[in-house]
């Protein structure tokens, strides 16, 4: 395996389907990051990726965001910068967050689960606490999300 990865992820099925079916509901992209076939892809910074594909441990950074809205405003889910990390088959993926109140940091949005190292990465995904305060109360923490799914080409 070699070359640059991309992330292909879905986020939770559920949510999408329910935005694409509420009268205001908006599934955008910025920043490098794209959506096509209900997937998001992510493209890699690897000025700031680490990771040993052999092993399968590391960190594997992502540019983009993907921007989730409805409700006239009163829904709006974002997620910036992706970030997998990786260690004996397990970690988490965390997105970058802002506030006018605090530093940018990265908070875990879902734990994961490796399934396969080759020829791609693909692990179950589950929801953590500072995903759900990303995603609203209606889901529980260990909710199961879409698989995540890294490609290098």
């Known amino acids: 395996m070699t070359g640059s990865p991309t992330l292909r992820w879905s986020i939770k099925e559920s949510l999408l389907a329910y935005i694409e079916k509420i009268e205001d509901g908006q599934i955008d992209t910025t920043n490098g990051a794209s959506f096509t076939d209900n997937t998001f892809e992510?493209?890699?910074d690897e000025t700031a990726t680490q990771f040993d594909q052999e092993t399968g441990e590391?960190?594997?950074q992502f540019r983009g965001s993907a921007i989730?809205?409805?409700?006239?405003?009163a829904m709006r889910v974002e997620m910036?910068?992706?970030?997998i990390t990786l260690?004996?088959?397990s970690g988490?993926?965390?997105t970058r967050t802002n506030s006018v109140?605090?530093?940018e940091r990265f908070e875990p949005f879902a734990t994961l689960t490796v399934i396969s190292n080759a020829p791609d990465l693909r692990a179950h995904a589950a929801l953590t606490a500072a995903g759900r305060m990303l995603l609203g109360q209606q889901y529980s923490v260990g909710q199961e999300l879409s698989d995540v799914e890294v490609t290098w080409s």
Request: charged share 10%.
């Open 92 to 94: 988490d993926l965390a």
């Open 101 to 103: 109140i605090s530093a």
């Open 87 to 89: 260690a004996q088959g």
């Open 80 to 83: 910036h910068d992706p970030r």
């Open 58 to 60: 590391g960190i594997i």
């Open 68 to 73: 989730l809205t409805g409700h006239w405003g």
């Open 42 to 44: 992510f493209v890699a």
